[in-house]
């Protein structure tokens, strides 16, 4: 549209005729439909790395990639087509110039003078760009990495871990103490906690593992500099209890984590073997070499031993002398303890089995099992004890295998310290410290494997969208310089970006790989439209003083890229501006999802910023000194032809 208004107004008014106005709107739609085209798969070939994202980051991208990449394709055909018919039927009459907008005009007498001294200082402009984006690299390397910014889920789930010996009423004494001390916390609406498993096959929550979920007032009713992390630490200081392990997390992320990798913290370390209590002896040593790092919090073992069992050895040559067989022993045993099913009851469209066997007060001890009485065709009635063996006995809690190999676990999550650099600094330390047995091995898991594939993937296609863009500007400007020089925005784009995520202390993570993806995108684009508008000066040029070295000066050059750069400094400006605007309100929301967002949008905002200056500044001289080169070895300029 800005294109129309420049053909449209670069003359004195006089009132066209509609074939001429359809000429006007035809060439300018062709100077510009080429890099509208090829804009659009530039962008979208920049999201490619999102699409192949998988498990948690791509569900939670994928409809962001799409969604833009749709929109994309339809703005561009609706460019193209409805547009141009649009602009013939609404926009008659008399256009003013640019120079007649007062913004535009102050934004000109600012910029005319600058890009002057940029193009007459050239290694000076180089040179700061260069020095930014070396700055702004070891900045970016700095930053912790994590594989998702936390969300706020309002929520907190304590996940405190107890002896596997526990009884039923203890477990239920130090679940009641633990809500009581919650509740006391003035932050604190409501607690709901339960010690085991649900009656669901899909919870095999064993009977020491309590989960509390912790639901919080609206922050507005917090004390004064009270944040959750504070609640969390307060929380934890006042419930330590001796034989209780604690642990803080979140509902909806713990189950993800608990369904996608079978570990219930942030970092799990899977030890595998063919031997539980060598597998034991692993985890104690794994846990030995974890403790004191910083940012390792909750630190836990699985039990892979602790269980209390009680063992029944029959008799076999007692039963003979009365009379009796091991059928009968087992299923005197099984009436008796476990229960017999007798009947069903039916409640609306629900039916329950109902099972019978002796009384609690009759089973409570190991003494009372001993008196149970055993009808023998001998002897009569004969006390348990007469034919069984009764001992207590140790044994595994909970077997838990992979892959068909036994399986134990030590977990802990992350607090104050990112991610990577906590688990980073402990996989350095048990590799040079621990050596494995044969038949051994471990393998970390948790939000950390996440992590590692999700970088995995990002490193993988990275290079080929870079290839794919740059093919894409090729074809875009039939040079490979001039490929190149839009190109050349993306490091420079990375500046603003690294800036703004080190400044506001946010860790890298997919989140903000999102956001320079999209970012590289809108900064190649912005490219696109500076070198169109240079090229069209360049035709100006030419058709005024012809394409060869002896009518083109050094001066001309400049005086046409000043002006190809300054007289339609508008549309680049609202190429960046209208970025901004829709990026910008991000940073001052504070609602539920603000926490991932934020991420997203840091390198995106500094990006745009960094990626016009230098388009704006830098890319012209980079494109005056290309054609100074084509003019001196050539004898002549290749500009990019608008017409197809």
């Not at 994202?53 to 962001?64: A, D, I, T, W, Y």
């Not at 640019?98 to 003078?113: G, Q, V």
């Not at 079978?262 to 063919?274: E, H, L």
Request: positive net charge; charged residues 20%; glycine residues 8%.
């Amino acid at each position: 549209m800005r294109n129309i208004f420049k053909n449209s107004s670069e003359q004195n008014y006089v009132k066209l005729d509609n074939k001429e106005r359809l000429n006007i709107i035809e060439r300018a739609c062709k100077q510009v439909s080429r890099g509208v085209f090829y804009s659009t798969i530039i962008i979208i070939t920049s999201f490619l790395p999102v699409f192949l994202l998988g498990g948690q980051e791509g569900k939670l991208f994928h409809p962001l990639a799409y969604t833009k990449t749709f929109i994309l394709i339809i703005d561009a055909f609706l460019v193209v087509t409805l547009a141009p018919v649009l602009i013939f039927f609404f926009m008659k009459g008399n256009f003013k110039p640019d120079h007649h907008n007062p913004i535009n005009r102050f934004l000109e007498r600012i910029y005319e003078p600058t890009i002057k001294a940029c193009l007459n200082y050239r290694k000076t402009t180089i040179g700061i760009n260069i020095l930014a984006l070396l700055i702004s690299i070891p900045l970016l390397f700095s930053l912790g990495r994590e594989f998702m910014p936390p969300l706020d889920e309002q929520s907190i789930l304590f996940m405190p871990v107890t002896l596997p010996d526990v009884s039923n009423s203890e477990i239920k004494r130090i679940l009641q103490v633990q809500d009581k001390i919650i509740k006391s916390l003035p932050e604190v609406e409501q607690v709901l906690g339960k010690a085991g498993r649900a009656n669901t096959a899909t919870d095999n929550s064993p009977l020491n593992m309590i989960e509390t979920i912790i639901q919080l007032k609206p922050k507005d009713q917090w004390r004064v500099g009270m944040t959750k992390k504070k609640i969390i630490a307060e929380l934890d200081s006042k419930l330590q209890i001796p034989g209780v392990v604690n642990g803080w997390t979140q509902p909806i992320i713990n189950r993800i984590n608990m369904l996608s990798t079978g570990i219930r913290t942030d970092v799990g370390i899977k030890v595998y073997g063919q031997n539980l209590k060598d597998i034991y002896t692993l985890e104690e040593k794994l846990k030995e070499k974890l403790t004191g790092i910083n940012g390792i919090k909750d630190l836990y073992i699985e039990p892979v031993n602790g269980g209390k069992y009680l063992e029944m050895n029959i008799k076999r040559d007692e039963i003979s002398r009365y009379g009796l067989s091991i059928d009968d022993v087992n299923t005197t045993v099984e009436a008796a303890i476990g229960g017999v099913p007798f009947a069903t009851t039916i409640e609306g469209r629900e039916r329950f089995g109902i099972s019978l066997r002796i009384g609690q007060d009759y089973r409570s001890s190991l003494e009372k099992l001993k008196r149970i009485p055993l009808n023998s065709t001998d002897a009569g009635v004969i006390p348990l004890s007469s034919v069984v063996d009764f001992k207590l006995a140790e044994g595994p809690p909970m077997i838990t295998s992979e892959n068909a190999l036994l399986r134990g676990a030590v977990m802990f999550n992350v607090r104050d310290r990112d991610l990577g650099t906590t688990v980073q600094e402990a996989i350095d330390k048990i590799n040079a410290e621990l050596n494995l047995p044969k038949g051994y091995f471990i393998e970390w898991s948790g939000q950390y494997e996440n992590l590692i594939r999700g970088e995995k993937t990002l490193l993988t296609i990275l290079p080929i969208v870079l290839i794919i863009i740059f093919l894409a500007l090729y074809l875009a400007f039939k040079s490979l310089r001039e490929a190149f020089l839009s190109l050349v925005t993306i490091p420079f784009a990375l500046i603003g970006g690294a800036l703004m995520v080190y400044f506001y202390g946010v860790n890298l993570s997919i989140a903000v790989a999102v956001g320079f993806i999209a970012l590289f995108g809108i900064a190649v684009e912005t490219g696109v439209v500076m070198v169109i508008y240079l090229n069209d000066a360049m035709q100006q040029l030419i058709k005024e003083k012809g394409n060869s070295s002896e009518t083109i000066t050094k001066e001309d050059l400049k005086k046409y890229v000043i002006m190809g750069a300054a007289k339609r400094l508008r549309p680049k400006i609202m190429t960046v501006c209208v970025a901004l605007f829709g990026l910008i309100p991000v940073l001052w929301s504070n609602g539920v999802g603000s926490d991932v967002m934020l991420p997203i949008v840091l390198p995106m905002i500094g990006g745009v910023l960094t990626s016009s200056t230098h388009i704006l500044l830098v890319t012209p001289l980079i494109f005056l000194m290309a054609k100074e080169y084509e003019l001196k070895k050539f004898g002549k300029l290749e500009v990019l032809d608008a017409t197809h």
